[in-house]
């Protein structure tokens, strides 16, 4: 059974950057499709990213498309979220969850592990 940490997160200014990790252990990230998710206050927990298991396919919100970036390095058994151009509603704890193998999805409910959330913050 796979356990996930988040790691990267932080309080940034508008404009800034932040690399967001997902490091696996109890299992290899190549058998899984892997999802960030973000939630803010007082707000639903929504889709931020995705990449198959495959590492072929990637998917972002379009909230987020043109800015982040999903990437798997199974050799270090994580993956990373590049976030450039942050904005204020960018603000949120952010996860990372896991699936093993099949299609891709959107939904949180299609996934079992999950990671603790590491928190985001981005100031105007």
């Known amino acids: 059974q796979v356990q996930l940490v988040e790691s990267g997160g932080g309080l940034v200014q508008a404009g800034a950057s932040l690399r967001l990790s997902c490091a696996a252990s109890?299992?290899?990230?190549?058998?899984?499709?892997v999802n960030w998710f973000r939630q803010a206050p007082g707000k639903e927990r929504e889709f931020v990213a995705l990449?198959?298991?495959?590492?072929?396919?990637?998917d972002y919100a379009d909230s987020v498309k043109g800015r982040f970036t999903i990437s798997k390095n199974n050799a270090k058994n994580t993956v990373d979220l590049q976030m450039n151009s942050l904005k204020p509603e960018d603000t949120a704890v952010y996860y990372c969850?896991?699936?093993?193998?099949?299609?891709?999805?959107?939904?949180?409910?299609?996934?079992?592990?999950w990671g603790q959330g590491t928190q985001v913050t981005v100031s105007s």
């Open positions: 969850a896991a699936r093993p193998f099949g299609t891709t999805s959107r939904a949180d409910s299609d996934f079992r592990f």
């Open positions: 109890g299992g290899s990230l190549s058998s899984y499709g």
């Open positions: 990449i198959a298991w495959t590492g072929v396919r990637t």
